[in-house]
């Protein structure tokens, strides 16, 4: 196990150097300068040469590059253009933002998907795992963007039932665990969860079937056991799956939700990736996709080292 571990933390600094070296190379490759966005239109030259040697745009790219890497390996993701203010204090707040939205969002896919999986696999064929399937597939079919808007209208414009952008009164960027500020996550964590909840009800829906049919479920079945006890039984040896798939959604969650988090106004990881690319604010940009790659590379770390945990079948080595 311990090898494992030291495999895939080894495994996550060339995962992390190629996404930033690959972000870094579409960012320079774009037209435009990415001082132009902070810049005013009657910039003398000598302020504009002063800034990109402030911010090393004078350097060549691979230069750029090789300082930003060193840079980041102190702890130092550099200084945001637009804002000015540490792109590591940028990230803190945001993920903080995003991470309250992805525990809601999580919460409710891995309820109702292995619910709605179990029920489905363990009555195949039937009409409620044909409503399952049918659900599923619109819930994956649907893009992310289009339900909120749609989600917006509905509770916020027709019924005026929960607010449609913002995660607090006022504007406030401030998350508390009350209702008053719990109603601002409803519509974007109930936007975000449909994804993920269809496909671990799908992949569900698979292994209870899968499961079923097989000798040792048989086998219980013959001694007579309950209904109950061998579905106990057949959740446990899918559990080690369904936490994996939600691991893998809820990485996604925190680094693929910028349509979202931008649709709803959410302060978060997201919307910041898409203010930086939009201002072109290279540090943040750059900064904030490494940190999504590391932490994703750590969530799947985390996953695969519970799975051995629920089922002792599994070996990591």
């Known amino acids: 196990m311990i090898l494992f571990l030291l495999r895939r933390l080894a495994y996550a600094v060339p995962i992390a150097l190629a996404v930033s070296a690959v972000c870094f190379a579409l960012v320079f490759l774009a037209p435009g ?8 239109a009657d910039a003398s030259a000598e302020l504009v040469e002063q800034l990109k040697a402030q911010y090393g745009f004078d350097k060549p790219v691979p230069v750029q590059f090789a300082k930003w890497v060193g840079r980041a390996l102190q702890g130092d993701l550099g200084t945001s253009i637009a804002t000015g203010r540490p792109v590591a ?7 903080a933002n995003t991470f309250v939205l992805a525990v809601f969002a999580c919460a409710v896919g891995f309820t109702l998907g292995v619910s709605f999986g179990a029920v489905a696999g363990y009555f195949q064929s039937r009409w409620i795992d044909r409503v399952v399937t049918a659900l599923a597939v ?8 289009w339900l909120g808007m749609v989600l917006v209208i509905v509770f916020s414009v027709l019924w005026n039932a929960l607010p449609a952008m913002g995660m607090g009164s006022s504007g406030s960027a401030d998350w508390a665990w009350d209702w008053e500020h719990i109603r601002f996550v409803v519509l974007p964590a109930v936007t975000l969860s449909v ?10 829906r698979a292994l209870v079937a899968d499961i ?11 001694k007579g056991l309950g209904e109950r006890r061998i579905f106990l039984h057949v959740v446990k040896n899918a559990a ?16 693929g939700s910028i349509l979202v988090e931008t649709v709803f106004s959410w302060p978060g990881t997201g919307f910041l990736l898409n203010t930086a690319i939009f201002q072109r604010d290279v540090p ?10 590391l932490f994703f590379v750590a969530l799947n770390l985390v996953v695969d080292l519970v799975q051995p945990l629920l089922d002792p079948r599994i070996q990591r080595t």
């Open 89 to 95: 204090s940028e990230i803190r707040h945001a993920i």
């Open 195 to 204: 994804i993920p909840t269809s496909i671990l009800a799908r992949t569900v």
């Open 33 to 40: 300068d990415p001082l132009s966005s902070v810049l005013p």
């Open 212 to 222: 079923l049919s097989r000798e040792f479920v048989i086998a219980l079945k013959a």
């Open 240 to 255: 080690p799956t369904a936490i994996a798939v939600m691991g893998v959604q809820l990485g996604y969650l925190l680094g």
């Open 284 to 293: 943040l940009l750059q900064g904030t996709i490494l940190f999504l790659a």
């Open 138 to 145: 619109a819930g994956v079919s649907v893009p992310h963007y």
